[in-house]
């Protein structure tokens, strides 16, 4: 995974959202004011969201890495949102599992952006408590960024 798809001006530190629906709506809006996505993104991303759901039970919160199909793409990029409270999110594999998720990176790759290393990698830091507990505590979205930029696992 490229260090580079992790943007600062994708970085939202506590989204105020009610649901996951208005996350997808607000972040959609934000990945087409910069142009990183198409208009098809928001209908697929939400399509895919809630046939394969992306909740995981990380400890101490629950993280979603919700992504949509490689067409509805203009450039990769992972978003990487705090919320302000968690919100209800099904737990990936199990449909009838409502996680409470606060953190969300919100993927768009493509086949070789190489996404299967990118989920392996940021599956292993998001099972690291030291990781979550510092994505917990960073008070800024410029230390929030600079603590996702220096994952471990990342190539430049």
């Known amino acids: 995974m490229q260090r580079d798809m992790i943007r600062r001006d994708l970085v939202q530190l506590d989204l105020d959202v009610a649901d996951r629906d208005e996350f997808f709506d607000r972040a959609v809006d934000e990945l ?5 996505v198409k208009e098809s993104f928001r209908e697929a991303i939400k399509t895919r969201e809630s046939t394969f759901p992306t909740a995981l039970p990380t400890q101490p919160e629950a993280v979603a890495i919700p992504h949509a199909d490689p ?15 968690p919100v209800g999110w099904q737990e990936m594999g199990r ?27 940021l599956l292993k830091n998001l099972q690291k408590p030291e990781f979550m507990a510092s994505l917990d505590s960073a008070t800024t979205a410029d230390e929030y960024f600079t603590i996702v930029h220096a994952m471990r696992g990342l190539s430049d």
């Open 32 to 36: 087409l004011r910069l142009g990183c």
């Open 71 to 85: 067409e509805h793409l203009n450039e990769p990029f992972i978003m990487a949102v705090r919320l302000k409270t």
């Open 95 to 121: 449909n009838d599992s409502t996680l409470l998720v606060r953190f969300v990176f919100l993927l768009g790759f493509t086949r070789t952006d190489g996404h299967v290393k990118l989920l392996q990698v």
